[in-house]
């Protein structure tokens, strides 16, 4: 498969793994069970902000990229979304606490993990052989209709105020 465009339908059978938050896992030290994010099946009902970022808990996507979309969530709502997953190649448990360490425990916002980079790889999008690239991907009901891979270094077409101006 090739980079995603706008107009392509997002692929089949792209699965992710979670956390689920709920009250019993919602300290960062709880662990919670890793499941199964079946984002193909739950984009097609959804209009979706996918966004990937190189790593849980590093400086660029700790400080800047994923605080402007919890920042935003209300405009985000407002323009129509029902999710933003932010993915990285990290595994599901790192990604909960992660989503803890930036103050999100609900299904608005959640923290998923891109095992073995494999969607990023299928679309040509890594910043590593190890890494997921730096991205967002806007999702309608089963067709991307916003797909832009971040130059190297920086926040400049992924961030929450950049795809909020193409909603």
């Known amino acids: 498969m090739s980079a995603l465009k706008a107009g392509d339908s997002f692929p089949e059978d792209v699965v ?18 890793p499941t199964k994010f079946p984002a193909s099946s739950q984009f097609k009902n959804k209009k979706v902000v996918l966004v990937s970022v190189p790593g849980a808990f590093t400086p660029t996507c700790s400080a800047n990229h994923i605080p402007g979309y919890i920042g935003k969530t209300a405009e985000l709502k407002a323009k129509g979304i029902d999710q933003v997953v932010v993915i990285a190649c990290n595994d599901a448990w790192v990604m909960s606490a992660w989503g803890k360490a930036q103050k999100v425990n609900d299904e608005f916002i959640i923290f998923a993990s891109d095992e073995d980079c494999k969607f990023s790889k299928s679309i040509g999008w890594l910043a590593a052989p190890t890494r997921t690239g730096r991205y967002a991907i806007v999702v309608d009901h089963g067709k ?9 270094g920086g926040v400049t077409v992924s961030g929450a105020d950049e795809v909020l101006a193409k909603l």
């Open 144 to 152: 991307v209709t916003y797909a832009e891979l971040e130059p190297a």
């Open 16 to 33: 992710f793994g979670w956390v689920r938050p709920s009250p019993e896992n919602a300290d960062i030290n709880a662990c919670g069970v």
